[in-house]
């Protein structure tokens, strides 16, 4: 099948599926796919939409699984979420699992602190449903610092997982020393842990990364700033501290995109994110230069392809449903309520 050809198909199923279909895209995904979105977004922006969805009777969500579970969590019953490739599962996400979580929360409870759990979107909704029944909440990178900054003035400690980058460099801006913050390691054996140290913690971190967003290293910074004269380093906080204490600015995907449109004519940018993303802020800014800080694409996010995209839309106008969006009925209660703290505090 010739892109063409997808290409007419696609927007033909589009137009027959009508009002019924929305498309929702993250900012991570290829320009072949995002030209069909009805709507692109980080992963607060998307769990807005798919809040405030009322209409369509189809959801289908480009990105990874735990997106389009949070769709399916947030929107009404009687609506539908399909993801075009079920198997596009963010390798942080899965860098948690609920038993490892439920150890670590009966260790950090008895430190005697009064402790909050936050659990970062990219997860699964066991996780979130964790968060919900706990009295804690989800968090995007958007809102990290508004919701830890809400714990902690309630005289909290939030105990964050997966990402402890953005964990860290969050609990920075905050002012939080680096002696403050307790790191979980799930790996770790029960003697290797010293609780002593978890008494004076303001936060809990637990270890856990991107693989897209570790790869940039402070060299990078460095090479481009040798470089490029009066070039800015823009990154996302999913990376290592030492490069976004490095970087002028650091901030969620929508931020990055903010900060680079809001610039000058002329002004010249490395950015330390997805590559589709980069390439996408590159074309809607020819007036400045913009450049990778380094090529980092995520290969999980590129499972999801035209074709892949195509096969659904025909299946919904021949009446299927194919690759339904499911969350174990067990969770979906309390994984909204984490949800939906969260946006009501974000
Ligand atoms: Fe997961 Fe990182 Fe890919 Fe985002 S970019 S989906 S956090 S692996």
């Not at 947030?74 to 699992?97: D, G, I, K, T, Y």
């Not at 003035?153 to 997982?161: I, L, Q, R, T």
């Not at 994110?273 to 996408?280: G, Q, R």
């Not at 194919?322 to 505090?345: G, T």
């Amino acid at each position: 099948m010739g892109n063409t050809d997808i290409i007419e198909r696609i927007k033909a199923a589009k137009e027959k599926l009508g009002k019924d279909l929305i498309i929702l895209a993250h900012y991570y995904q290829h320009h072949d796919i995002i030209n069909f979105a009805d709507f692109v977004g980080d992963s607060l922006q998307l769990a807005q939409i798919a809040s405030r969805q009322k209409t369509a009777r189809y959801i289908v969500f480009c990105a990874v699984s735990f997106m389009a579970e949070t769709a399916r969590i947030l929107c009404s019953p009687e609506q539908e979420v399909f993801h075009p490739e079920p198997h596009a599962r963010c390798p942080l996400a899965e860098m948690a699992n609920i038993s490892d979580v439920e150890k670590a929360w009966a260790v950090i409870q008895g430190a005697g602190k009064e402790v909050v759990p936050v659990v970062y979107v990219n997860s699964n909704a066991d996780l979130k449903a964790f968060c919900g029944r706990n009295k804690g909440l989800a968090c995007t990178s958007s809102n990290a610092k508004k919701i830890m900054e809400h714990i902690l003035s309630e005289n909290k400690v939030p105990f964050f997982f997966p990402d402890e980058n953005l964990g860290r460099n969050t609990a920075q801006t905050m002012g939080i020393h680096e002696s403050e913050m307790f790191l979980w390691d799930p790996y770790a054996g029960d003697a290797d842990r010293n609780t002593e140290s978890m008494k004076d913690a303001q936060i809990y971190l637990w270890r856990g990364f991107c693989i897209v967003h570790t790869i940039f290293l402070p060299s990078d910074v460095e090479r481009v700033r040798k470089e490029y004269d009066n070039i800015k380093v823009v990154v996302h906080p999913e990376c290592i501290p030492g490069v976004v204490n490095m970087a002028d600015f650091a901030g969620s995907t929508s931020f990055i995109k903010n900060v680079v449109e809001q610039s000058d004519t002329g002004s010249k940018w490395a950015i330390g994110t997805e590559i589709n993303f980069v390439n996408s802020i590159k074309a809607q800014n020819p007036d400045k230069l913009v450049i990778p800080l380094k090529t980092s694409g995520c290969r999980e996010m590129a499972k999801v392809t035209p074709e892949k995209l195509l096969h659904v839309l025909e299946n919904l106008v021949e009446g299927k449903t194919p690759y339904p969006v499911l969350v174990d009925e067990s969770f979906v209660n309390h994984a909204r309520i984490a949800l939906k703290r969260m946006l009501e505090i974000a």
